[in-house]
């Protein structure tokens, strides 16, 4: 049923060709564990040069991202409030872009071959509900281009799930 999708090159294109399959599978799904598990697959498959994508999911109780569904190597497990650059885009509730992660002060070095990262904060209704986290092995892997469609990539992704009967 699904087939490795070869992208155009033109970067907006494929975004929002991304978007539109992240509607298509998730329309009807009622579990956030596969909506998060399919959107990082999904995100794996689209994005070239990178080591590691997926989801921290925020837990108020102990004041820390926990590791969610993701593809690449296994990961730190927690993350606590305002660490790394994860922490810290829930902290300022702000997509953090990093050309050069050993630049970040504080950064969290689960794989030592990432280099650049991006992470953006998923907020429902208001609420943390968790980072989308991607990391590369190549210096300035993103830029303005990734982090507006990524951003509105998460945007998509929250609609689904509030949609989702998991209480967050």
Not at 25 to 54: K, M, R, Y
Not at 101 to 127: M, Y
Request: proline share 3%; aromatic share 12%; glycine share 8%.
């Amino acid at each position: 049923m699904f087939q490795t999708i070869y992208y155009s090159g033109d970067k907006q294109r494929d975004y929002d060709l991304l978007i539109r399959q992240l509607q298509a599978l998730s329309d009807g799904e009622q579990d956030e564990i596969a909506i998060l598990s399919n959107t990082s697959a999904l995100l794996n498959q689209f994005l070239d040069n990178t080591n590691w994508v997926g989801f921290y999911i925020w837990k108020e109780e102990e004041n820390e991202l926990v590791l969610g569904p993701f593809q690449g190597l296994p990961a730190c497990i927690r993350i606590g409030y305002g660490k790394g650059v994860c922490g810290t885009a829930i902290a300022k509730k702000k997509t953090q872009l990093l050309a050069d992660v050993h630049q970040f002060p504080g950064h969290i070095a689960c794989d030592g071959d990432t280099n650049s990262e991006i992470v953006v904060p998923i907020i429902l209704d208001d609420k943390i509900f968790g980072v989308l986290d991607i990391d590369s092995p190549i210096h300035d892997r993103f830029d303005e281009t990734d982090r507006i469609y990524l951003e509105k990539f998460v945007q998509t992704l929250q609609y689904y799930l509030k949609m989702s009967e998991t209480t967050y």
